[in-house]
């Protein structure tokens, strides 16, 4: 298993410009989530998902997007980039079974910065 | 969710037992203790979690005090590889999406 990948690493984006970050994740999982990190800071969630078609907002949803067409992908889209977004994004999923989640899989993360 | 806190900094030394404590004074009697690290800039990996009694797995040992006020994580014989941000999160049950709270952690240096 891959796990949980995440592209592109890097990304510079001007201010309005928008992009989509890729999620994949090859476990199986039932919850995917999303995540950012600012410099010495820890990490807010900023979306989550409980399964295909299902989605919900996080901590900090403002300027973002997501979709949840299939298990495995879970894109996060900025649509008019501003220099706040700039941050670590990191993806991350987990599972439930028999009535218990366990612990989260994250991925390598995403550095945008938006100048 | 219950608040953490952890001092921000910690040092040990190579081969000897690393503890980080967390305090939880506001933790409810249906919220786990989880414990994460991240090394380095990567993403943050899964260490240990527990809701009352004290847990072992292979990377760490978990003890949380009686009254569940507080916790400490265990590295037993910590190596160079175990220089990493910890970070002790409290939430409710371990079912559906689990919405984690991370803080700023503690910074954990092991000195060769």
């Known amino acids: 298993n891959a796990g949980v990948t995440q592209t592109p690493k890097f990304r510079i984006l001007k201010i309005g410009q928008s992009m989509t970050l890729q999620c994949t994740q090859d476990?199986?999982?039932?919850?995917m989530y999303w995540y950012r990190q600012d410099p010495g800071m820890g990490l807010k969630l900023i979306y989550y998902?409980?399964?295909?078609?299902?989605?919900d907002k996080g901590e900090v949803p403002n300027g973002y997007n997501v979709s949840r067409s299939t298990t495995e992908d879970f894109p996060l889209r900025l649509e008019l980039a501003a220099p706040s977004q700039t941050s670590v994004y990191f993806c991350?999923?987990?599972?439930?079974?028999?009535?218990?989640?366990?612990?989260?899989?994250f991925g390598p993360g995403t550095r945008l910065t938006v100048t | 969710d219950a608040k953490t806190t952890q001092p921000p900094s910690m040092d040990c030394a190579e081969g000897r037992a690393a503890n980080l404590p967390c305090n939880h004074s506001?933790?409810?009697?249906?919220?786990?203790v989880y414990w994460y690290r991240q090394i380095h800039s990567q993403g943050p990996q899964y260490i240990i979690h527990?809701?009352?009694n004290n847990e072992t797995n292979e990377m760490a040992s978990l003890i949380i005090t009686e009254d569940r006020k507080s916790s400490t994580l265990i590295l037993p014989h910590a190596t160079l590889r175990d220089t990493a941000v910890y970070y002790c999160i409290v939430r409710a049950s371990i079912q559906g999406a689990q919405k984690l709270v991370f803080g700023q952690g503690t910074r954990l240096t092991i000195n060769p």
């Open positions: 506001t933790i409810s009697g249906n919220e786990y």
């Open positions: 527990g809701l009352k």
């Open positions: 991350a999923s987990s599972y439930l079974e028999t009535g218990e989640t366990y612990e989260q899989y």
């Open positions: 476990m199986n999982h039932n919850y």
């Open positions: 998902s409980v399964g295909a078609g299902i989605t």
